[in-house]
């Protein structure tokens, strides 16, 4: 293993990743579109015109490694507007993105989804793995490095491939680069959601949402890049 791959190798961060089913089942598991829980009580979130779309439903109990920041919950549900999300937010009942929790030990019941524009309902597997950068941020480090390298080798093509950047959903790892900054380290604590190009977000080509917790802020807040 040369200097190059070695770094690659060094840089894997464990992640959980998103696997969409060809089925969504009843009761209460882990999802993208249909029919979502909350607390008894509650009802669908609004936005300022329109019930909002569900876009994706943890279920905390179904992950392989349950990250502390989200040990306290039954389940984390996130909502979005029908045609836009500014793109740096915070979750609010009544804007464009809601982040509901659902604490354990709750009352828990399914909402009638009445959005009109809905997202393909499938269900989610969860399955851990070892996640690296974006490509860019590889060849960033080379640059840095002064590395004589032939950057269109078969070598650097198949070390690449087997240290890549998992660009779909997935839970803490490393964030994937669209037309962003490079980042200099993984998501490795709390709860780092990334929602991706797997499930139909309707913006740009490319879109990746980047969903986190704000502890000096005590909320959720989303960020997203496209293409």
């Given at each position: 293993m040369n200097d190059f791959e070695s770094h690659l190798s060094s840089l894997g961060s464990e992640s959980i990743k998103a696997v969409l089913q060809n089925r969504c089942s009843e009761g209460f598991s882990s999802r993208t579109g249909g029919t979502f829980y909350d607390v008894s009580g509650n009802e669908w979130p609004m936005g300022a015109d329109a019930p909002l779309r569900p876009l994706l439903q943890i279920v905390v109990d179904e992950l392989p490694n349950i990250p502390e920041q989200i040990s306290h919950l039954m389940g984390i549900c996130i909502y979005i507007d029908n045609d836009y999300v500014t793109f740096d937010i915070l979750s609010e009942e009544g804007?464009?993105?809601?982040v509901r929790e659902i604490p354990k030990g709750s009352n828990i019941t399914p909402l009638v989804n009445p959005a009109q524009k809905k997202f393909e309902a499938k269900d989610i597997k969860w399955e851990t793995f070892t996640d690296y950068p974006s490509s860019s941020d590889f060849f960033e480090w080379l640059d840095n490095q002064n590395i004589d390298y032939d950057y269109e080798s078969k070598e650097l093509e198949k070390a690449?491939?087997?240290?890549?950047?998992?660009?779909?959903?997935k839970i803490n790892g490393w964030p994937t680069t669209i037309q962003g900054?490079?980042?200099?380290?993984?998501?490795?604590?709390?709860?780092?959601?990334?929602?991706?190009l797997d499930?139909?977000?309707?913006?740009?080509?490319?879109?990746?949402?980047?969903?986190?917790?704000?502890?000096?802020?005590?909320?959720?807040?989303?960020?997203?890049?496209?293409?």
């Open positions: 804007s464009e993105f809601v690449l491939e087997r240290y890549r950047n998992y660009g779909f959903s900054p490079s980042y200099d380290k993984p998501n490795t604590k709390g709860c780092a959601i990334q929602i991706s499930i139909e977000i309707p913006f740009g080509d490319s879109t990746v949402f980047k969903i986190e917790w704000g502890s000096k802020i005590k909320n959720w807040y989303c960020m997203w890049e496209t293409c």
